[in-house]
């Protein structure tokens, strides 16, 4: 695999009527097989009176980006209906690190299972094209622990190279950091300096 893959940009809902089925299309960027299933748990439990929620993801499931794990579900539709044309569409996309969930509240009428096929494709489809495509590199999540003095400085750094964080100010300052896979080591060693070694890095 590239050191690049295509996901999508934002998280990003879409919904249309089928013969008076209501599909809802969700879809969100994750960074883990444990992030993506806890968005299907999410969206299920938000949409818990649909008549199906069809998941389907596409995440790299180790830090090197060799292994790619595919999961799908049909969620009591007919088999092969639903989950699979969900993951297809992830596929043609070539787009990973991301997970949808199309919602369906039923309308009374069949749609068969073609129409089935063509209206899962299309709520996935919908709402990757709403969230729109990026170019993307792993990433990995550096834990930075600092007494009160340093935190300062380490701020300052993780500023000056644009990444994102979060702080969190309790008996001593935690950063959790956001960072390129490929700049990790240089950020730590750079902390490292900057703090003359009072730092704890996770």
Do not use: C
């Amino acid at each position: 695999m590239t050191d690049t893959y295509r996901t999508v940009a934002e998280p990003a809902t879409t919904t249309f009527v089928v013969q008076g089925s209501e599909f809802l299309g969700h879809v969100r960027p994750v960074e883990s097989v444990e992030a993506a299933e806890a968005f299907v748990e999410t969206v299920d439990s938000e949409y818990a009176d649909a008549t199906h929620n069809v998941p389907a993801y596409r995440v790299r499931a180790d830090p090197d980006g060799e292994l790619l794990r595919e999961y799908s579900s049909d969620d009591g539709e007919p088999s092969g209906s639903a989950g699979k044309p969900a993951l297809n569409v992830l596929q043609g996309r070539e787009l990973e690190n991301v997970a949808v969930v199309v919602t369906r509240y039923y309308g009374g009428t069949n749609l068969g299972v073609g129409g089935l096929v063509r209206a899962y494709s299309r709520a996935v489809k919908e709402a990757v094209d709403e969230a729109g495509v990026i170019e993307e590199r792993p990433h990995e999540r550096v834990v930075v622990v600092v007494e009160y003095d340093d935190s300062g400085t380490v701020r300052g750094v993780l500023e000056s190279e644009g990444y994102e964080f979060d702080a969190d100010y309790e008996q001593r300052v935690t950063f959790d950091v956001r960072v390129p896979r490929e700049a990790a080591a240089s950020l730590r060693d750079r902390l490292r300096s900057a703090t003359s070694g009072r730092v704890d890095l996770e």
